[in-house]
């Protein structure tokens, strides 16, 4: 009995060490083209890269445009927020 409550103890305290953020799903995921700006380095890519990494947006496609145009599935809330971000020039 006292071997299982150990080896239960070490496999629960095992599944927090990889140090990622559990990422939040906030919804379904849906499909959405996003226009990136003119900067260079463009902050729209690079905020999308990084949510990326994290596991919030999906499918990722960026198509040779300028600006950049930005294929992803994310929750409504994601894309929402990468809407809003300013840019300078080009399409919106």
Not at 41 to 68: I, T, Y
Not at 76 to 89: A, S
Request: net charge positive; with cysteine.
């Amino acid at each position: 009995m006292m071997k299982t409550a150990l080896i239960a103890a070490f496999l629960l305290a095992g599944c927090g060490l990889d140090n990622k953020q559990p990422t939040a799903q906030q919804g379904p995921l849906e499909s959405a083209t996003i226009v990136g700006s003119a900067e260079t380095p463009d902050p729209v890519l690079a905020r999308v890269m990084e949510l990326e990494k994290r596991g919030v947006v999906h499918d990722v496609v960026v198509q040779e445009s300028f600006p950049v145009q930005i294929r992803l599935r994310a929750p409504k809330p994601v894309i929402d927020e990468l809407n809003r971000m300013p840019r300078t020039g080009g399409l919106r």
